[in-house]
């Protein structure tokens, strides 16, 4: 049996058989699961299944890490279990509802946000390549291209069209997510969006609707506004379809929705989060401003933890107001970046400490896998999570490229590649930002090699590692 095969079959059973799952899809190494019970699903038999890197329960899913064929293992996963990729299954109606409590709040919150932000991150990664090429062989750089040529207007234009519509693109993510008929929730951003909209925002002329006063505003690149509006709009659906009688429910289901949803979110929801979204980004930079490189440091240190226990996205959410606001990052993305090679660098340290031929292998397996793949997981998982005492070199390391990039200011500009091309995204900043965003990554690559190789394993581990 093919190797993905086996992989799917495994964690089929495992999760309780294809009745047990009422949503699963994956990000970019994670298959994702929501189960009607999660007690059915054995995590250790998911762990111990060849080619699984590990597996665990965060932000009410169960996460199975695969690695780089994820993309391959979900579709021959869906297939065997009969599941449409990406399609949420009904969930059982009759199920008792489980209590509402302050972590279950919270659970659904994150589960929501990784549920709309991950699908989204090929297109902001391709977006982000073109500006980041656009930069390189514009006249800030190599002087290729001009700014009248139409190569350059092309790519400038690619790299709008991934971020200007994220309302639309949002919509539809949230929308599946929350089971609101999708081309619904796109519609929803393309209102935000439409250009008579925009142009009254432009011009700041006040607007009402159904004669209530609405707050116009430019909502492009924004993403508090629609992800409010899609989960006001998952009740304001449902309760169209369940009483609209089946033979009208067609036509006035979404007639009606989109009728009640569009004061709502102009009037109410999209201002809101606007609002917060303005004071996120405030507060963010004031942290920033506050802690200077110790606040990035410290972040960079825990930040390959905060990715794991899938708080990470909210955070995510945060940088990612600022840098469409200002136009850059220096806390967030920067640490993340020095994190991401802390990661790549621990692999590398257990590579040259490690004695065992096969675990030396892996290990460059994994150092390769993300320095040139872009993911960690392998990284934290066959090497953090496998030792123990590696993830202290992976935070040491991480912690200085941190301290020198708050130190020397370095900021991201665009969001792009996890790999060795990383140092695009700080192109923007000039030559400096450039220069230095590089030596912040190679301190916490090399940092945390060196941490690990000294610190990271004990006499008995690598005695014990040698047979």
């Given at each position: 049996?093919?190797?993905?095969?086996?992989?799917?079959?495994?964690?089929?059973?495992?999760?309780?058989?294809?009745?047990?799952?009422t949503?699963?899809?994956?990000?970019?190494t994670?298959?994702?699961f929501n189960l009607?019970?999660?007690?059915?699903?054995?995590?250790?038999t998911?762990?111990?299944i060849?080619?699984?890197?590990?597996?665990l329960?965060?932000?009410?899913?169960?996460?199975?890490?695969?690695?780089?064929?994820?993309?391959?293992?979900?579709?021959?996963?869906?297939?065997?279990?009969?599941?449409?990729?990406?399609?949420?299954?009904d969930e059982?109606?009759?199920?008792?509802?489980e209590?509402?409590?302050?972590?279950?709040?919270?659970?659904?919150?994150?589960n929501?946000?990784?549920?709309?932000?991950?699908?989204?991150?090929?297109?902001?990664?391709?977006?982000?390549?073109?500006?980041?090429?656009?930069v390189?062989?514009?006249?800030?750089?190599?002087?290729?291209?001009?700014?009248?040529?139409?190569?350059y207007?092309?790519?400038?234009f690619?790299?709008?069209?991934?971020?200007?519509?994220?309302?639309?693109?949002?919509?539809?993510?949230?929308?599946?997510?929350?089971?609101?008929?999708?081309?619904?929730?796109?519609?929803?951003?393309?209102i935000?969006?439409?250009?008579?909209?925009m142009?009254?925002?432009?011009?700041?002329?006040?607007?009402?609707?159904?004669?209530i006063?609405?707050?116009?505003?430019?909502?492009?690149?924004?993403?508090?506004?629609?992800?409010?509006?899609?989960?006001?709009m998952?009740?304001?659906?449902?309760?169209?379809?369940?009483?609209i009688?089946?033979?009208?429910?067609?036509?006035?289901?979404?007639?009606?929705?989109?009728?009640?949803m569009?004061?709502?979110?102009?009037?109410?929801?999209?201002p809101?989060?606007?609002?917060?979204?303005?004071?996120?980004?405030a507060?963010?930079?004031?942290?920033?401003n506050?802690?200077?490189?110790?606040?990035?440091?410290?972040?960079?240190?825990l930040?390959?933890?905060?990715?794991?226990?899938?708080?990470?996205?909210?955070?995510?959410?945060?940088?990612l107001?600022?840098?469409?606001?200002?136009?850059?990052?220096?806390?967030?993305?920067?640490?993340?970046?020095?994190?991401?090679?802390?990661?790549?660098?621990?692999?590398?340290?257990?590579?040259?400490?490690?004695?065992?031929?096969?675990?030396?292998?892996?290990?460059?397996g994994?150092?390769i896998?993300?320095?040139?793949?872009?993911?960690?997981?392998?990284?934290?998982?066959?090497?953090?999570?496998?030792?123990?005492?590696?993830f202290?070199?992976?935070?040491?390391?991480?912690?200085?490229?941190?301290?020198?990039?708050?130190?020397?200011?370095v900021k991201?500009?665009v969001?792009?590649?996890?790999?060795?091309?990383?140092?695009?995204?700080?192109?923007?900043g000039?030559?400096?930002n450039?220069?230095?965003?590089?030596?912040?990554?190679?301190?916490?690559?090399?940092?945390?090699?060196?941490?690990?190789?000294?610190?990271g394993?004990?006499?008995?581990t690598?005695?014990?590692?040698?047979?």
């Amino acid at each position: 049996m093919d190797k993905n095969q086996q992989i799917a079959t495994e964690v089929l059973a495992a999760v309780g058989g294809k009745d047990n799952i009422t949503f699963v899809t994956h990000c970019m190494t994670r298959l994702r699961f929501n189960l009607k019970d999660k007690s059915t699903a054995d995590l250790e038999t998911i762990k111990n299944i060849k080619g699984i890197l590990g597996a665990l329960e965060s932000g009410g899913q169960l996460q199975v890490i695969v690695g780089q064929n994820v993309d391959k293992v979900y579709t021959l996963l869906c297939n065997e279990a009969g599941i449409k990729p990406e399609t949420a299954i009904d969930e059982n109606l009759d199920a008792p509802k489980e209590k509402l409590t302050a972590k279950k709040v919270g659970n659904n919150i994150l589960n929501y946000l990784s549920g709309s932000l991950t699908p989204l991150i090929p297109v902001l990664i391709a977006a982000a390549m073109f500006k980041t090429v656009l930069v390189v062989i514009g006249p800030d750089m190599l002087k290729l291209v001009t700014k009248e040529d139409d190569l350059y207007i092309l790519l400038n234009f690619l790299y709008s069209a991934g971020f200007y519509f994220l309302p639309i693109y949002l919509g539809y993510t949230a929308a599946k997510k929350l089971g609101v008929t999708p081309v619904l929730g796109m519609f929803m951003g393309g209102i935000l969006l439409a250009p008579d909209f925009m142009a009254l925002a432009t011009a700041g002329t006040s607007f009402t609707v159904y004669g209530i006063p609405c707050s116009v505003n430019n909502y492009s690149q924004t993403v508090l506004p629609i992800l409010l509006s899609v989960w006001v709009m998952s009740y304001v659906e449902k309760f169209f379809k369940k009483y609209i009688p089946d033979a009208l429910s067609t036509i006035f289901a979404p007639f009606l929705t989109m009728v009640v949803m569009v004061p709502i979110s102009l009037c109410l929801l999209a201002p809101a989060g606007s609002v917060l979204g303005t004071y996120v980004s405030a507060g963010l930079l004031a942290f920033g401003n506050w802690g200077g490189f110790v606040a990035i440091a410290v972040i960079a240190a825990l930040w390959e933890f905060v990715v794991m226990s899938g708080m990470h996205m909210v955070i995510i959410v945060t940088a990612l107001t600022v840098l469409m606001e200002t136009g850059s990052e220096g806390l967030i993305f920067t640490a993340g970046k020095c994190a991401t090679f802390a990661a790549f660098g621990m692999a590398l340290g257990a590579f040259f400490k490690l004695k065992n031929k096969e675990e030396k292998s892996l290990s460059m397996g994994y150092f390769i896998s993300g320095f040139v793949g872009g993911v960690t997981e392998p990284s934290l998982y066959g090497i953090g999570f496998k030792y123990k005492k590696p993830f202290l070199g992976m935070m040491i390391g991480a912690a200085l490229g941190g301290a020198y990039a708050g130190l020397t200011h370095v900021k991201v500009y665009v969001l792009g590649a996890t790999n060795f091309l990383s140092f695009l995204g700080y192109i923007n900043g000039g030559t400096a930002n450039m220069v230095n965003g590089i030596i912040s990554m190679a301190i916490s690559l090399f940092g945390s090699a060196i941490a690990v190789y000294f610190l990271g394993f004990s006499k008995n581990t690598i005695d014990s590692n040698q047979h």
